[in-house]
């Protein structure tokens, strides 16, 4: 048992996803896994456990924002040996071809964030990015299965609301959507050398305006957790 997880030693999957809402970790444990258990509580962020066409896979509610998924990266890598890590989440879609509900496949993060500035000190800018193998084959699924996605750079921010990104600026280079979690991911993927990817639905678009509800980010985004199961 972590600080923060409640799990025994074996009870958690080499290979988990990570959903920042509670709710869409009981979504999934509940519609795609079976024998699913839960094995984590501790703050609501609920933890399960089951099986995906007989492999065992773990999911885990990482709440929202850079220093919360940190928390829970860090315990399932340190304590509990996770080997992959895939991040199943929504985001704000920011170029003009991204639609809503569309796929957007984390291939890097930059970020407004201190946390790579933290941790290499000003010299350095370290690039967080995606596990290849992960990415590579998230594409070929997506495809296969006529999704609409997209693969790119995205922007894990540091708040929520922050009218002082120049957004025209970051689709201009190219940046496809924003989301608070997929750098620290990454980074720490590095760190410990683990793999690690962010498959994300794009919820709402920060141009146009169109977004989804809450229900329907909670229950409906079923194309990026058959990606996620299926990759290894």
Known sequence: MSTHIGANKGDIAEKVLLPGDPLRAKY???NFLMDAHRYNEIRNCYGYTGLYRGEKVSVQATGMGIPSISIYVNELIQEYNVQ???????AGGLGPDIKVRDIVLGQASSTDSSIVTNT??????FAPIADYRLLSQAAELAEKDGIRWHVGNVLGEDRFYNDEMDRQKLIDYGVLATEMETPALYLLAAKFHRRALSILTVSNHLITGEETTAEERQTSFNDMINLALQVN
């Open 28 to 30: 999934i444990a509940e």
């Open 84 to 90: 992959t890590l895939i991040r199943v989440g929504t």
């Open 120 to 125: 290499f000190g000003p010299g350095i800018n």
